[in-house]
């Protein structure tokens, strides 16, 4: 694995008071530009899905709306996990402590059944991107999590079903987590890759040895820091950080 210095180095650390400098920055990998959003373990990072009132949130905004009555705003968001039509997630998803639909082990069709697939889990003091069987045997305290597939980098190894050559090339998001687990590093392609060039991104340029995708096609950023907010389809799960508003 080619060692590449991580961008904590760049000012994208939460600095004191639990407001984000600067969380997202721009970055290359071989000629290609992706957008990078980090996060320490122990900031106040989340997964948005049920609305209070009832059904699902769906927005940046919706999501902006709720924080708002804790007096918070997002510091940064993306689609966070593959749902139905009904925008109900496909695989499991837990907020707040509480598990809202179940872990899926089962091998399936399109992309989330493209096993191994895995689970994002938002712990108390740590991040982790475990694989979905795994996860099963072993379950995590999380306090938020959502499940999505494929596994991009799995113990320092890519998918073994992605093909360097392959033509299937979208704009694709997903998550990667550091060896010690402090940092979890959110990414999006700024142009339409395919698997293993998004998952060598992971692995040998931001260093994670686990990684996990979310999808594609309908991959979207809020990023107020670089002054971009993705539009589009209703969203199902989404992920993203709170900070004090103000």
């Known amino acids: 694995m080619r060692s590449v210095p991580s961008l904590l180095g760049l000012g994208a650390a939460l600095i ?26 122990g900031a106040d990072l989340r997964v948005f899905h049920d609305a209070p009132g009832g059904g699902n949130l769906g927005s ?45 082990t089962a091998e399936g069709p ?9 689970v994002f889990c938002i712990g108390k003091r740590t991040f982790s991107v475990v694989e979905s069987r795994a996860f099963a045997a072993r379950p995590r305290a999380c306090r938020y999590a959502t499940q ?6 799995i113990g320092g190894d890519l998918h073994p079903r992605f093909l360097a050559g392959s033509d299937s090339l979208y704009i694709r998001n997903g998550v990667g987590v550091s060896p010690d687990g402090g940092t979890a590093f959110f990414a999006i392609s700024g142009t339409p890759v395919n698997f293993d060039a998004f998952a060598r ?4 340029g931001l260093g994670t040895p686990d ?25 199902g799960p989404i992920v993203g950080l709170a900070v004090p508003g103000g």
């Open 16 to 41: 004191a008071g639990g407001a984000a400098a600067q969380t997202c920055r721009d970055y290359t990998f071989e000629a290609t530009p992706y957008t990078v959003c980090e996060v320490r373990a």
């Open 60 to 104: 940046f905004r919706a999501v902006e709306d709720l924080l708002d009555g804790e007096g918070k705003v997002l510091a940064f968001a993306m689609n966070g996990g593959m749902y139905h039509p009904d925008r109900t997630p496909v695989g499991l998803l837990i907020e707040n402590g509480v598990t809202r639909a179940p872990l899926v």
């Open 110 to 118: 399109g992309n989330f059944g493209l096993l191994p697939n895995g």
């Open 148 to 153: 999505s597939g494929p596994m991009l980098v």
């Open 201 to 204: 991104m992971f692995r040998d």
């Open 211 to 235: 990684a996990l995708y979310f999808d594609g096609r309908i991959s979207r950023l809020y990023a107020p820091d670089l002054g971009r907010n993705d539009f589009g389809f209703a969203m």
